[in-house]
């Protein structure tokens, strides 16, 4: 299994970016897939998550009406759309992903570094 996240980057404060993880190795219809953060100096926190089937999102307080999370099942493709960035959106985005019912996130992907600049 192989979650592949890209699209970070550098941007303005008020900017976008658009994240993207590509995911492989096994279907994930029964999957919760959903992403996490980590700033400088600051443990990994989750940010949002999305059921893989039916679409069910939730989101951090800190990124509420800000970011949008998707998934495009036909290119096995979850996308997280950050807009309005602040420079406290810094940080290194992990995709991850974990069976309906489970807790703990069994996939991880590798990072992109997101950076906001004031």
């Known amino acids: 299994v192989q979650l592949q996240a890209s699209g970070g980057g550098l941007v303005q404060a008020g900017g976008s970016l658009r994240l993207s993880c590509a995911a492989s190795?096994?279907?994930?219809?029964?999957?919760?897939m959903g992403w996490f953060r980590q700033a400088p100096g600051k443990e990994r926190e989750f940010v949002a998550q999305i059921t893989w089937s039916g679409g069910s999102t939730y989101y951090v307080d800190a990124v509420k009406g800000r970011f949008t999370i998707s998934t495009d099942n036909a290119k096995n493709t979850m996308h997280l759309q950050m807009n309005s960035l602040k420079p406290e959106d810094t940080a290194v985005y992990y995709c991850a992903a974990r069976a309906l019912g489970i807790a703990t996130w069994h996939y991880w992907g590798q990072g992109t570094l997101v950076t906001v600049s004031s």
């Open positions: 190795g096994r279907t994930f219809g029964r999957h919760v």
